[in-house]
């Protein structure tokens, strides 16, 4: 799988968006990086991360379905960042609408999917995602929670990027029908 590693960078899904003007990109090529200057979240919040603790990325995709079912890829996402928590044997992982994933009820994990889309034709979507991996100090951020603060572990970030990248190709191909139903299990609502 193709990725540019950086130290520090403004905003992974603001270089992906700028490199894809310039790049001939396949599905699934990404941006990942120890720190964010300016990262962000849903209705321009910002994301806040120690430098080299969490997981900072941005992945590139190509959706191969029609811009009225672009919800799909939220829930997709979504899914496939559960399935890396719960691989980790982190405690009551579930999805909060419209884009956080909660663990223990407290916010473990973040994402920001921004698409380009032209009529009828799905031109690319931007997924970013922040994880908190390995963080246990949250100022000012109470409902907060991170791997490590809940298990005591410390995880090593890139296997994580690894089976993040598996479970999202792997999401990526199921039924719609699969995906909805799955999804609806881990929403919070329907506990």
């Given at each position: 799988?193709?990725?540019i590693k950086?130290?520090?960078i403004?905003?992974t899904?603001?270089?992906?968006?700028?490199?894809?003007?310039?790049?001939?990109?396949?599905?699934?090529?990404?941006i990942?990086?120890?720190?964010?200057?300016?990262?962000?979240?849903?209705?321009?919040?910002?994301w806040?991360?120690?430098?080299?603790?969490n997981?900072?990325?941005?992945?590139?995709?190509?959706?191969?379905?029609?811009?009225?079912q672009?919800?799909?890829l939220?829930?997709?996402?979504?899914?496939?960042?559960?399935?890396?928590?719960?691989?980790?044997?982190?405690?009551?992982?579930?999805i909060k609408?419209?884009?956080?994933?909660?663990?223990e009820?407290?916010?473990?994990?973040?994402?920001?999917i921004?698409?380009?889309?032209?009529?009828?034709k799905?031109?690319?979507s931007?997924?970013?995602?922040?994880?908190?991996?390995?963080?246990?100090?949250?100022?000012?951020?109470?409902?907060?929670?991170?791997?490590?603060?809940?298990?005591?572990?410390?995880?090593?970030?890139?296997?994580?990027?690894?089976?993040?990248?598996?479970?999202?190709?792997?999401?990526?191909?199921?039924?719609?029908?699969?995906?909805?139903?799955?999804?609806?299990?881990?929403?919070?609502?329907?506990?």
């Amino acid at each position: 799988m193709s990725y540019i590693k950086f130290d520090t960078i403004t905003s992974t899904n603001d270089f992906l968006k700028s490199y894809a003007e310039t790049q001939n990109l396949k599905d699934f090529f990404y941006i990942v990086t120890d720190q964010q200057t300016k990262g962000r979240g849903q209705r321009s919040n910002i994301w806040q991360s120690e430098c080299c603790k969490n997981v900072l990325i941005s992945i590139f995709l190509k959706p191969n379905i029609e811009p009225a079912q672009q919800a799909i890829l939220n829930k997709m996402v979504s899914l496939s960042i559960v399935k890396v928590l719960q691989k980790f044997n982190i405690p009551n992982v579930k999805i909060k609408l419209p884009n956080d994933i909660m663990a223990e009820s407290k916010k473990i994990a973040g994402i920001l999917i921004e698409n380009k889309i032209s009529g009828n034709k799905w031109l690319q979507s931007i997924i970013g995602i922040g994880l908190n991996v390995n963080q246990t100090n949250f100022v000012n951020l109470p409902m907060a929670v991170s791997m490590k603060s809940l298990t005591g572990q410390t995880y090593d970030r890139e296997q994580i990027i690894k089976h993040l990248i598996e479970q999202l190709q792997f999401h990526y191909k199921q039924q719609p029908e699969i995906l909805q139903k799955e999804f609806n299990k881990l929403l919070i609502h329907n506990n």
